[in-house]
């Protein structure tokens, strides 16, 4: 399996409080995610990054921020959680495959429920 | 990156074969098709992946017209471990995999 972890596992915590959810990797592989998944939804892309310091927004990014300082590390924090960001909050972390595509590979999730 | 279309639920029986059909009318030249699955409780994990005709692996195969506007998943004599979610996603050539859209994916039932 790809050396990817995903801490907490789990997390209970009040509205209005900040939270970060933590995804490290020991692949060195250069583009890593932050998805959320409801029922109903699928999965939703929330932030993602193409290297240090360089990330971007996806479908659902309103009330998060992310950040990656290190090349195995990409943090993501809901500032003021809501009880709308209940949810399992999954990571990964693909690479390119220069001239073909190329997999990701996912975190085992954390499940996050904001009361 | 190009939106995908699949059925949102497929039910089979153990040992059939189970086929998945996928659109993305507005692929790239470049996109690659991948397909995911996923159990609850878990992240999702990759199948198979092609850009044109067939490809086949251990696990499934994956057909590809000429025109690239949609694929097709089969899995073969499916058992009830088969039983799980399958994402269908386009795009992923090179650098441009930051978009990695999933969708709402197709849940597959087996039954005994």
């Known amino acids: 399996d790809a050396g990817i972890t995903q801490s907490p596992r789990h997390k209970v915590t009040e509205t209005g409080t900040p939270v970060t959810l933590r995804c490290h990797q020991t692949?060195?592989?250069?583009?890593m995610y932050w998805y959320r998944q409801d029922p109903g939804h699928g999965l939703r892309l929330i932030h993602y990054?193409?290297?240090?310091?360089?990330?971007d927004k996806g479908e659902v990014s309103d009330g998060y921020s992310v950040s990656r300082s290190k090349t195995e590390d990409f943090l993501l924090t809901l500032e003021s959680a809501t009880s709308s960001q209940t949810s399992v909050y999954f990571c990964?972390?693909?690479?390119?495959?220069?001239?073909?595509?190329?997999?990701?590979?996912f975190g085992q999730g954390t499940r996050l429920t904001v009361v | 990156l190009a939106k995908t279309t699949q059925p949102i639920s497929m039910d089979s029986y153990e040992g059939q074969e189970v086929n998945i059909t996928c659109s993305h009318n507005?692929?790239?030249?470049?996109?690659?098709i991948t397909w995911y699955q996923q159990f609850p409780s878990q992240g999702p994990r990759f199948i198979i992946q092609?850009?044109?005709t067939k490809v086949t692996n251990e696990v499934a195969s994956l057909f590809i017209p000429a025109d690239r506007k949609s694929s097709t998943l089969s899995l073969p004599r499916v058992s009830l471990s088969d039983t799980a979610v399958y994402y269908c996603l386009v795009g992923g050539y090179g650098g441009s995999q930051g978009n990695l859209i999933f969708g709402k994916g197709t849940k597959l039932s087996v039954k005994p």
């Open positions: 990054s193409y290297g240090v310091k360089d990330t």
């Open positions: 507005n692929i790239a030249t470049n996109d690659y």
């Open positions: 092609g850009y044109k």
């Open positions: 692949e060195n592989h250069r583009y």
């Open positions: 990964a972390i693909s690479e390119p495959g220069g001239g073909s595509g190329s997999e990701a590979f």
